[in-house]
């Protein structure tokens, strides 16, 4: 099987939701660390602009938003399952809730001044407004929570997953774990890292130690590898073949024509290319760069819009 090489970095919370898929699922894998802020020009070589953290590369295949990463993990590797078969439909109903929502709120709720030297470490005022300045430009005009606010939901969410794990379940959906608790989990990582804050987790007892379960998975075999390396084996590999997909046309545009593809909510940066995959949930587009060669760039369709330009 080709590498699995993952673009990441330490502190990104969608980072670590799929790091602990690769210790679920005993899948090694090269770590590429990126820059937690633009400009990020190698990895930009092969997604196009893709801003968002993480994304995965199979020799010239690029994957873009954890959603998608789970599932291209789960082709390669079926068991211990993601979505074990009596809640799979409710696990990712809930995955998409974590990532969005619940998210979004731990967010608002750990980027206080009190814990900013916990989630970005030592970093010079210029590095602060630096970080400031990308992060702005990703979020646009969507509007933010206060603090305040964001307190009292993380509270009621979080008796509300405590409440998931009454009776002794290990995991939010029953005996085994499904991508709810991966994505549940980054989560609580993120509002772990912010120290001062960290202490609203133990509202939720059952809860906190279900995170250190999850946490037992760890993140496996992985062995460095520099962006250059990633990128040699972009431009030297083929795109795995697409024709298998059947084509799901909701936009009157065909295979083969040049569009663009970017996320529905914030960075919206679009990355354009000709359009070779329009399945139920995935696009892809194939693209050309000096640096990267001909690459597939790969999204899912729930979160994304598809446009002819």
């Given at each position: 099987?080709?590498?699995?090489?993952?673009?990441?970095?330490?502190?990104?919370?969608?980072?670590?939701?799929?790091?602990?898929m690769?210790?679920?699922?005993?899948?090694?894998?090269?770590?590429?660390?990126i820059?937690?802020?633009?400009p990020k020009?190698?990895?930009?070589?092969?997604t196009?602009?893709y801003?968002?953290?993480?994304v995965?590369?199979?020799?010239a295949?690029?994957?873009?938003?954890?959603?998608?990463?789970a599932?291209?993990?789960?082709?390669?590797?079926?068991t211990?399952?993601?979505?074990?078969?009596?809640?799979?439909?409710?696990?990712?109903?809930?995955?998409?809730?974590?990532?969005?929502?619940?998210f979004?709120t731990?967010?608002?709720?750990?980027?206080?001044?009190?814990?900013?030297p916990?989630?970005?470490?030592p970093?010079?005022?210029?590095?602060?407004?630096?970080?400031?300045?990308?992060?702005?430009?990703?979020?646009g005009?969507a509007?933010?929570?206060?603090?305040?606010?964001?307190?009292?939901?993380?509270?009621?969410?979080?008796?509300?997953?405590?409440?998931?794990?009454?009776?002794?379940?290990?995991?939010?959906?029953?005996?085994q774990?499904?991508?709810?608790d991966?994505?549940?989990?980054?989560?609580m990582?993120?509002?772990?890292?912010?120290?001062?804050?960290?202490?609203?987790?133990?509202?939720?007892?059952?809860?906190?130690?279900?995170?250190?379960?999850?946490?037992?998975f760890?993140?496996?075999?992985?062995?460095?590898?520099?962006?250059?390396?990633?990128?040699?084996?972009?431009?030297?590999?083929?795109?795995?073949?697409?024709?298998?997909?059947?084509?799901?046309?909701?936009?009157?545009?065909?295979?083969?024509?040049?569009?663009?593809?970017?996320?529905?909510?914030?960075a919206?940066?679009?990355?354009?290319?000709?359009?070779?995959?329009?399945?139920?949930?995935?696009?892809a587009?194939?693209?050309?760069?000096?640096?990267?060669?001909?690459?597939?760039?790969?999204?899912?369709r729930?979160?994304?819009?598809?446009?002819?330009?």
């Amino acid at each position: 099987m080709p590498a699995l090489i993952f673009h990441h970095y330490a502190n990104s919370p969608f980072s670590e939701k799929i790091r602990l898929m690769f210790g679920f699922k005993k899948l090694a894998w090269k770590s590429v660390q990126i820059p937690a802020v633009m400009p990020k020009p190698d990895l930009t070589a092969l997604t196009g602009g893709y801003r968002r953290t993480p994304v995965l590369q199979i020799g010239a295949d690029v994957y873009c938003d954890t959603a998608l990463i789970a599932d291209v993990l789960e082709r390669i590797s079926p068991t211990p399952s993601l979505y074990p078969a009596p809640v799979a439909g409710l696990a990712r109903t809930l995955a998409q809730w974590a990532d969005s929502t619940l998210f979004w709120t731990a967010v608002a709720y750990v980027f206080q001044p009190v814990a900013m030297p916990y989630l970005l470490g030592p970093l010079t005022p210029d590095q602060m407004k630096a970080f400031g300045a990308d992060r702005a430009a990703m979020r646009g005009n969507a509007p933010r929570m206060s603090a305040p606010e964001a307190t009292g939901n993380l509270r009621e969410y979080l008796r509300r997953l405590d409440d998931m794990l009454a009776a002794n379940k290990p995991y939010l959906l029953g005996e085994q774990a499904s991508i709810a608790d991966f994505s549940v989990y980054h989560c609580m990582w993120f509002i772990q890292l912010a120290q001062p804050l960290a202490g609203i987790l133990d509202e939720a007892p059952r809860l906190k130690a279900w995170i250190v379960r999850m946490a037992e998975f760890g993140h496996h075999q992985s062995e460095k590898m520099s962006a250059a390396q990633a990128l040699e084996i972009a431009r030297d590999s083929a795109a795995a073949e697409t024709g298998h997909l059947p084509f799901v046309d909701t936009h009157g545009i065909p295979l083969g024509e040049r569009v663009a593809v970017m996320p529905t909510d914030y960075a919206l940066d679009p990355v354009e290319g000709e359009l070779v995959i329009c399945a139920d949930n995935e696009y892809a587009i194939r693209r050309e760069d000096p640096k990267a060669g001909s690459v597939v760039v790969h999204f899912p369709r729930l979160g994304f819009q598809l446009k002819k330009i």
